[in-house]
């Protein structure tokens, strides 16, 4: 069984900065394809903010490039989001996402969520 779990969620003023950290974890993880993160705010849909592929490529929504930097350390099965220049309009739930193959299946995974806040 996998899990992900996040953290480095919290409250910041806006221009504040914060890095937020997912870690996946399981005895029969073969391969994490993809690790990334998806936001929800209250009352609208869940979006991708960025993804990270395996192989270095990378990819963000538009509201938050050249704010936003995902990386990835494969060694320690960990995804990163550092997140400058916030704004309260990235307030929101933050979501870790996997794409992982284990000797079983390839599954997409969730972690449970972060909160960021974003107001002064």
């Known amino acids: 069984q996998v899990q992900l779990v996040e953290s480095g969620g919290g409250l910041v003023q806006p221009g504040g900065s914060l890095r937020l950290s997912c870690a996946a974890s399981g005895r029969y993880i073969f391969s994490i394809y993809r690790m990334g993160w998806y936001r929800q705010a209250p009352g609208k849909q869940r979006e991708l903010v960025a993804a990270?592929?395996?192989?270095?490529?990378?990819n963000y929504a538009d509201s938050v490039k050249g704010r936003f930097t995902i990386s990835r350390d494969n060694a320690k099965n960990t995804v990163y989001l550092q997140m400058n220049s916030l704004k309260p309009e990235d307030t929101a739930v933050y979501y870790c996402?996997?794409?992982?193959?284990?000797?079983?299946?390839?599954?997409?995974?969730w972690g449970q969520g972060t909160q960021v806040t974003v107001s002064s």
């Open positions: 996402n996997a794409l992982i193959t284990t000797v079983q299946a390839t599954t997409d995974y």
């Open positions: 990270a592929i395996k192989d270095g490529a990378t």
